[in-house]
């Protein structure tokens, strides 16, 4: 039996847990209820768990056997190969308005992003992995990770040590990611290079004086000089920066004041910010302080400038998103992929796993079978579905992918 044959005997038991995930999600670092799902997926295989000591996360390594069998005493001192396959676990402060009959029961929670898909994915490679221990060359470390909405997770499991679980560091590392538009169902794609962007945060406090909104002279108004910035803001990004190296800032709080005749004390701005290159988000740094400070000490006002660094870029490796590739279409043919051209203006934490080893990250059009992906919501709004039929050939790429690397890894080692 193939593992893409084995992976959709699973498919109604990755069903059923993915609307378990679904019913119950759970926000940031401390996910209890979902940590208790992953761990039950796992019960009865033969993993090594670790748990996150700052976190709900779940470590599992895998000790293949296949690589070890016959080794000898001459073998002994080869390192073993191994390999990382991540899944986030966190949902998102939405209120869902998809209608399915699994919806979201705690209110204002939502899988808008398409975790649960994930964790369903990761846990039935687990299965399959399990079922093959005898056939991996290595060892596999499954990596379910919380807190990636923003709260920076994979920082966490990286200093409690997720890259050396098997004793040693992961020699190439692959996550995947669902989405509910841009690619036909079931497609899956890749960008070798930069694929998404790195971000960062900018909070602003544009600091006056209140009075009385008949008298603005008398006070020190932070509204206008906001105001101005907004829209200065975007027009430095159209002249300080080449438009073939792109920088995306929007704009998404601009609060001041409590009632139309007060001039406010402060003004606040925040705003997020895509860079593609290291060189554009260094400038940015250096760039929106001395703006806004010079818009500020024109209206005799002075500001706060809080620019918050986030994400770095996502950053796949060429040869191993070239090998992620080959498994694809050979487990499912040229159609199922698609080679992006240009990156992806969102970001991930996986990025801090890239950063350290060699590896990819891999996208999975999870679009409703018939859907119009190019008109489907998107990831993150209340209305974004993900249709399970997608569970079963994730699970047997996380798992395929796992096993063709060790192999190769333990070949070359071999030979050297």
């Known amino acids: 039996m193939t593992i893409t044959s084995a992976a959709r005997e699973l498919q109604p038991e990755l069903t059923r847990y993915r609307h378990a995930m679904h019913r119950e999600p759970e926000i940031g670092l401390d996910l209890p209820r979902t940590q208790e799902k992953v761990l039950r997926a796992l019960d009865g295989l033969p993993y090594e768990i670790t ?13 293949g056997t ?55 994915m990761l846990a039935g490679a687990a299965t399959l992995l399990a079922e093959s221990r005898h056939r ?49 169902h079931g497609t899956f794609a890749t960008k070798p290079g930069v694929m998404l962007s790195a971000s960062d ?7 006056g004086a209140g009075g009385h909104g008949s008298a603005p002279h008398t006070a020190k108004d932070p509204v206008t000089a906001a105001a101005e910035m907004v829209t200065a803001l975007q027009v430095m990004i159209t002249r300080q920066f080449n438009m073939f190296d792109p920088v995306v800032l929007s704009v998404g709080i601009l609060h001041a004041g409590t009632k139309r005749n007060v001039i406010p004390e402060t003004a606040r701005i925040e705003a997020t910010i895509r860079t593609f290159s290291e ?38 490796d ?25 990156p992806l203006s969102g970001s991930e934490d996986f990025s801090r796993v890239l950063a350290e080893v060699p590896g990819t990250f891999i996208g999975l059009s999870a679009v409703p079978q018939g859907a119009d992906h190019a008109a489907s919501p998107f990831n993150h709004s209340p209305y974004a579905t993900f ?30």
């Not at 990596?143 to 040590?161: K, T």
């Open 51 to 63: 748990l996150g000591k700052e976190t709900t996360s779940v470590t599992a390594v895998l000790r």
């Open 387 to 416: 249709d399970d039929g997608v569970l079963a050939d994730g699970a047997a790429l996380y798992a395929e992918l796992a096993m063709q690397r060790l192999a190769a890894l333990s070949s070359t080692r071999t030979n050297s």
């Open 136 to 184: 991996l060359a290595g060892d596999v470390v499954l990596m379910f990770q919380p807190g990636e909405e923003g709260f920076d997770g994979a920082s966490y499991m990286i200093r409690e040590g997720v890259l050396d679980a098997p004793g040693r560091r992961v020699d190439a590392a692959y996550g995947m990611h669902v989405f509910s538009a841009l690619e036909p």
């Open 279 to 316: 060189a554009s988000r260094v400038k940015l740094m250096d760039s929106i302080p001395r703006l806004l400070q010079g818009i500020a000490a024109a209206h005799g006002l002075e500001v706060d400038v809080d620019y918050q660094q986030e994400y770095p870029i996502t950053i796949t």
């Open 318 to 342: 060429a040869d191993e998103t070239h090998t992620a590739e080959n498994v694809i279409t050979g487990m499912f043919g040229d159609s199922r992929l698609s080679r992006w051209a240009t």
């Open 201 to 207: 945060g900018l909070v602003v406090t544009v600091l």
């Open 66 to 120: 296949g690589g070890r069998a016959g080794m000898g005493e001459a073998g002994q001192d080869q390192p073993v190969p191994s390999v990382l396959l991540r899944a986030d676990m966190d949902g998102l402060p939405v209120q869902e308005k998809t209608g399915v009959d699994y919806t979201s029961r705690l209110d204002g929670a939502m899988h808008a992003c398409g975790h649960d898909l994930h964790m369903a």
